[in-house]
T-cell receptor
């Protein structure tokens, strides 16, 4: 069982509010990822990090930002939430230096912006 | 760029019957392939993965998948489904980029299990 945590699990918030979705892992993984998943749809990579102070944008454009100040922590921030940000956000992590390694996922945060 | 297609959006199967979920991928090199399962309200759990070697891969919960290069497929199978197998299943292909690794997911197949 992977040790990767996300809080909050559910969040309902009004338009214009600033929100931060937390993701932390206790496995010492160097790589971390954020995916966005609309109901019944596939996952789209929106951010990733290969280590401390390393962040990159993913395949799907997102108005969110991320930071990686500590290995175990990879928070995602929306400065001004909008209804179009309503979705599920999944965090993942992996460990490895060469080739493909397995990504382990957290339980997700379901965000509803009113 | 890599892509993954899961042709079946929904599949309904009776408990005890066999299950096969289709996955077709497009990738220019040797693919790294994964199947994940997502139960309602949960994150994704890895069922199995294929990196190289034996093309028939065994996973958890009694699942297996077979890599067929000639058909660009990686179909997931289970001989006898249980009610707890009702979930959404995602196939994914991994690509090794210069700066690291990325996964591309299919659209998912939702499995409903009838008593």
């Amino acid at each position: 069982e992977a040790d990767i945590y996300q809080t909050p699990r559910y969040l309902v918030i009004g338009t214009g509010k600033k929100i931060t979705l937390e993701c932390s892992q206790t496995m010492g993984h160097d790589k971390m990822y954020w995916y966005q998943q609309d109901p019944g749809m596939e996952l789209h990579l929106i951010h990733y990090s290969y280590g401390v102070n390393s962040t990159e944008k993913g395949d799907l454009s997102s108005e969110s930002t991320v930071s990686r100040i500590r290995t175990e922590h990879f928070p995602l921030t929306l400065e001004s939430a909008r209804p179009s940000h309503t979705s599920q956000y999944l965090c993942a992590s992996s460990l490895g230096r060469v080739g493909i390694e397995t990504q382990y996922f957290g339980p997700g945060t379901r965000l509803l912006v009113l | 760029a890599q892509s993954v297609t899961q042709p079946d959006i929904h599949i309904t199967v009776s408990e005890g019957a066999s299950l096969e979920l289709r996955c077709n991928y497009s990738y220019g090199a040797t693919p790294y392939l994964f199947w994940y399962v997502q139960s309602p309200g949960q994150g994704l759990q890895l069922l199995l993965k294929y990196f190289s070697g034996d093309t028939l891969v065994q996973g958890i919960k009694g699942f297996e998948a077979e890599f067929k290069r000639s058909q660009s497929s990686f179909n997931l199978r289970k001989p006898s489904v249980h009610w707890s197998d009702a979930a959404e299943y995602f196939c994914a292909v991994g690509a090794v980029k210069a700066a690291g690794n990325k996964l591309t997911f299919g659209g998912g197949t939702r499995v409903l299990v009838k008593p």
